[in-house]
């Protein structure tokens, strides 16, 4: 099972939910921090990194002895990534999608890829839990290339958890994308709520199964649980403004090892999602 851990709106607790989910449930689990942008997972997992890998994307390398400046690559470009300028080919490599578009229409083969660093992928794990996460390069805009690299590594068996990058972007899709179910991680605040809404819009598109934490539950108001209702999304934890869990959050240490209560609520919450999937009676 696959399960990603999103919200509309940064700073909600994606990153609280999933690293707790994860150690709290039994058997082979996966943690995959997609939030390249900003991976945060490592924190408060601590993993002893086994593996570290540079990740580029390929882009598109002209030979202008070869080229006749027939400017079919730069009609096909939906990202004016290449611009032809009189006998001048111009490559815009941060443009570039790596659709392999312009190799495919170039009449004289003067088109060749070269790979463009996106940044670093790291292994490693830490007390039975599997984690792999994203760095982009500092400066680089092009996040989903990475996202569906660290996607590659999930594992073909057993629980798989994604920490999703905030927002409904590019990069969010990536990372729910294909999966089981998305659990949305919301506040009971006009922001909160304002988010989810597009969240759960975005979710729907992808048609895939749904439900909702909200952190910190006991401030705000109730429209988070009017707007649940609404849309019939099952509410599968809340989470209190607790000073104890906020302590354990300062310090680095998950809640779910620190208060044993905590832990049996998460695996309850892991048996719900499986249910609610069609995958099994619980998660093993």
């Known amino acids: 099972m696959i399960i990603s851990i999103a919200s509309g709106k940064g700073g909600t607790g994606k990153t609280t939910v999933a690293t707790n989910l994860a150690v709290s449930v039994d058997g082979p689990v996966q943690l995959l921090d997609c939030d390249v942008e900003e991976p945060n997972v490592h924190l408060f997992l601590r993993p002893v990194i086994e593996e570290t890998t540079t990740v580029t994307t390929p882009v598109p390398d002209i030979d202008l002895k070869k080229c006749n400046q027939c400017k079919?690559?730069?009609?096909?470009?939906?990202?004016?990534?290449?611009?032809?300028?009189?006998?001048?080919?111009?490559?815009f490599p941060e443009l570039c999608h790596s659709c392999g578009g312009c190799m495919a229409v170039c009449p004289e083969g003067a088109?060749?890829?070269?790979?463009?660093?996106?940044?670093?992928?790291?292994?490693?794990?830490?007390?039975?839990v599997a984690f792999v996460h994203g760095r982009l390069?500092?400066?680089?805009?092009?996040a989903p290339p990475l996202i569906r690299a660290v996607r590659a590594r999930t594992w073909a068996d057993g629980l798989t958890l994604i920490d999703?990058?905030?927002?409904?972007?590019?990069p969010v899709i990536a990372a729910m994308k294909d999966t089981d179910f998305v659990l949305l991680v919301t506040e009971p605040t006009p922001f909160g709520l304002h988010d989810l809404k597009l969240a759960v819009e975005a979710v729907k598109i992808l048609k895939i199964p749904m439900g909702l934490v909200i952190n910190r539950a006991d401030m705000g108001d109730d429209k988070v649980w009017a707007y649940a209702r609404s849309e019939a999304i099952p509410i599968l934890m809340e989470i209190p403004y607790d000073r104890k869990i906020a302590e354990s959050y300062s310090r680095g240490d998950l809640f779910a090892l620190t208060m044993p209560e905590w832990k049996a609520r998460f695996?309850?919450?892991?048996?719900?999602?499986?249910?609610?999937?069609g995958k099994g009676a619980g998660i093993q």
């Open 72 to 91: 079919l690559c730069m009609a096909i470009c939906r990202f004016r990534a290449i611009a032809v300028i009189g006998d001048t080919v111009l490559t």
């Open 267 to 277: 695996r309850g919450m892991a048996d719900q999602i499986a249910t609610l999937t």
């Open 137 to 142: 390069r500092v400066g680089e805009a092009m």
């Open 111 to 128: 088109i060749t890829e070269t790979g463009r660093e996106l940044g670093v992928l790291e292994v490693g794990a830490k007390n039975g």
């Open 164 to 170: 999703a990058p905030p927002g409904t972007s590019c």
